[in-house]
């Protein structure tokens, strides 16, 4: 009998061990092909149906990992990719849903600024390792992998529903807080630890009369480097002031090395170099944008008048708005009234951004994406630039931002 017993209990032991073992080789295989994918090599895009089976895939970390992860510090960094001050991710991010309202935007131009901001992850993600940081929402469990699963989402419902001449499933605020985690983006300003709602500012192309010529009256050039002298970085030893000085036109310490693109007012270049993209019309009717290329490494002071700032950026001719881009060849086409210039080193490009505010006595939702940024953002988790339109004037720009909103309470859309 008791033979029989141990008989009996050595098998059962024996099926308990290869039960296991089984299990575990099984994990352990799935584990490491998780492991091999790389999420900046996707195509794009996907059917709404593709990714809805992909998104059935649950996320590994635990809820007590998500918020162990959350309660650590997080260290802020700057331009130079230098530490600035440290917060924890529970500080500013936190989960809720959209007010049942409308979600406004421009359809065909939000699906052409998230295409091109997709294609950039796609093309350079490889080559520029800050798109690859987490930043800040890594510590809520937001991946990379998250990030461009949102684009390829949005994307492929913006593609059916403009094919099928409906209004966007993506203005129901129903279906966003369906098929999104609604992330509430609570500002965090050192200076201000009172405020709560983001700052909201508002930037422009303007359009300035030139000439590429210089006259009496555009007097001022923008410059573009040369490639085959910028790689010693010459341009960095040098200021606006300096700039301005003459040291690159005839007679100059460093004529030759730089090319004049076009002759602008100052107030032209001041503005041209806070916007970062200028339409210049010319005498014979002709109009081209120009684009901010490269700096000269000194960092922008918040609250310093312009023509103080130290500041100086070089640029280049282009083809439409851009926004952010490593290089000047890689920068990202951006439509107004769906882009907001921001933190990408902290919060990340790509971001989907949904704004509420009161307008005419209502509650009001706006969307957008992060595509843009400047030295005003880096760092900063308390403001959002928004892409207002194309210009004339500043008058035609001040009349037509009044409607916006100073503060608004940010959310931050992440596909489940």
Known sequence: MSMLFNQKLRLAIGFTTLLITSLALYTQSKTKQLAQENPLTDNLPFTTQQISLASNIQNTSSSKQQLAQASKAYSVIDEAQKPKFSVNSSQVFNSRKLPTTKVNFNQADLLATLSNTRKYFQDYGSLD????RTGLLGAQGVTIKDILKTLDFMIAVLQEDIGNGRTTRLQDSNFINSNFRV???SAYNPQKSQQER???TKYAVFTHPGSRK????????????????????????????DVLSGIYEPGGREYGKVEPLVYLTRKGLEEALMEGTILVNFPDGSKTYF???????????RGLAANAQKRYWYFREVD?????????????SIKPGVTFAGDVLN???????VLEYNKGGRKNLQMGIIADTGGAFLPNLHQLDFLAGIFKNNKDFGQHVQELPDYAQAYILVKK
């Open 347 to 353: 919060i990340g490009l790509g971001k989907i951004i």
């Open 129 to 132: 390792p800050d798109v690859q």
């Open 198 to 200: 983001l700052r909201i």
């Open 320 to 332: 439409a708005i851009k926004g952010y881009g490593y290089k000047i060849d890689a920068k990202i």
């Open 183 to 185: 992330i509430k983006w």
């Open 291 to 301: 684009n901010v290329d490269r700096n000269n490494e000194i960092a922008y002071v």
């Open 214 to 241: 210089k006259t009496s009256t555009f007097n001022i050039p923008i410059y573009s480097l040369k490639d085959d002298l910028a790689a010693s970085k010459f341009y960095t030893r040098y200021t606006k002031q």
